[in-house]
T-cell receptor, first 114, second 115 residues
């Protein structure tokens, strides 16, 4: 079975600081990995995905994530936080060859201080 | 701009009432999904459909039912609402074969409160 662990239910950064949101996965086969963002009172929006191509994946709004097989991690980063980045971020893992329906983590709330 | 619409956005209803949460998409996606979202918890898949007249239960046991009579419409029904059904319900869709490339398209959700 596949699973996702997001370390830290809340992450607080100052505007302009580095954003690092952690995601570790468990999968019996090389997985597909996703990050979604949810702004207040909205649904989830795909930020970026890893599907076995380049290990460093760039997404929308300046975010990127690096797939590290040895660490079973897919951490999300952004060099400089903006106030508009304040949102809930979800990591998800999917097993290729099956239904592809992803398993989501519990989410990390990103708080950005002025 | 979202092409998947959920109504109502907010609903407060009494115990025992029958309710239907609406979900419609205009993208012609074959696959549609219902998720339950509670604060600090994983999104739980409760139902999904791979096309008209196809529905499956998800990982989370749910007392709700769904139907898929038209490609664009995937309503979720609770025959008798209970306080334990209080949650946010998210509808999503994906094009057949493209889940890995484009992920899901989510609606804005329905926040249900049963009193």
């Amino acid at each position: 079975a596949q699973s996702v662990t997001q370390l830290g239910s809340h992450v607080s950064v100052s505007e302009g600081a580095l954003v690092l949101l952690r995601c570790n996965y468990s999968s019996s086969v090389p997985p597909y990995l996703f990050w979604y963002v949810q702004y207040p009172n909205q649904g989830l929006q795909l930020l970026l995905k890893y599907t076995s191509a380049a290990t460093l994946v760039k997404g929308i709004n300046g975010f990127e994530a690096e797939f590290k097989k040895s660490e079973t991690s897919f951490h999300l980063t952004k060099p400089s936080a903006h106030m508009s980045d304040a949102a809930e971020y979800f990591c998800a893992v999917s097993k290729p060859g099956g239904s592809y329906i992803p398993t989501f983590g519990r989410g990390t709330s990103l708080i950005v201080h002025p | 701009e979202a092409d998947i619409y959920q109504t109502p956005r907010y609903l407060v209803i009494g115990t025992g009432k029958k309710i239907t949460l609406e979900c419609s998409q205009t993208m012609g996606h074959d696959k549609m999904y219902w998720y339950q979202q509670d604060p600090g918890m994983e999104l739980h898949l409760i139902h999904y459909s791979y096309g008209v007249n196809s529905t499956e239960k998800g990982d989370l046991s749910s007392e709700s039912t769904v139907s898929r009579i038209r490609t664009e419409h995937f309503p979720l029904t609770l025959e008798s609402a209970r306080p334990s059904h209080t949650s946010q319900y998210l509808c999503a869709s994906s094009e057949a074969g493209s889940l890995m490339n484009y992920g899901y398209t989510f609606g804005s959700g329905t926040r249900l409160t049963v009193v």
